[in-house]
């Protein structure tokens, strides 16, 4: 569990501003997938990464760190709970 945090912990802090906050030509998901598909929600975690983005810049390494656990369980929630009962 360690380690996932870690590693999002890393991911959202090299978020690009851009849409759909990751090179959609990389999506491998179906979360990502279904981000990249739908221009909705590509605006939606753009605006997302921006206000991140901002907020981020703002605060100091320790308070970066305390704001990211929330960010990382929902990074984690759609690889964890939207492929459940899938083969």
């Known amino acids: 569990m360690k380690r996932n945090f870690v590693v999002a912990v890393l ?4 978020m690009p501003v851009h849409a759909a906050s990751f090179d ?9 997938q279904a981000v990249c598909g739908d221009p909705k929600l590509s605006a939606l ?3 997302l990464a921006k ?3 901002a907020a981020r810049a703002g605060m100091g ?3 970066r760190l305390s704001a ?5 369980a929902f990074i984690l929630y759609p690889a ?3 492929t459940k009962g899938k083969a």
Do not use: Y
């Not at 959609?24 to 998901?29: D, G, M």
């Not at 990211?68 to 990382?72: I, K, S």
């Open 61 to 63: 390494n320790d308070a």
């Open 11 to 14: 991911i959202f802090r090299a």
């Open 24 to 32: 959609c030509s990389k999506a491998k998901s179906e979360f990502e």
């Open 80 to 82: 964890k709970n939207l």
């Open 51 to 53: 206000t991140c983005h």
């Open 68 to 72: 990211a656990a929330p960010a990382v």
């Open 45 to 47: 975690d753009e605006e």
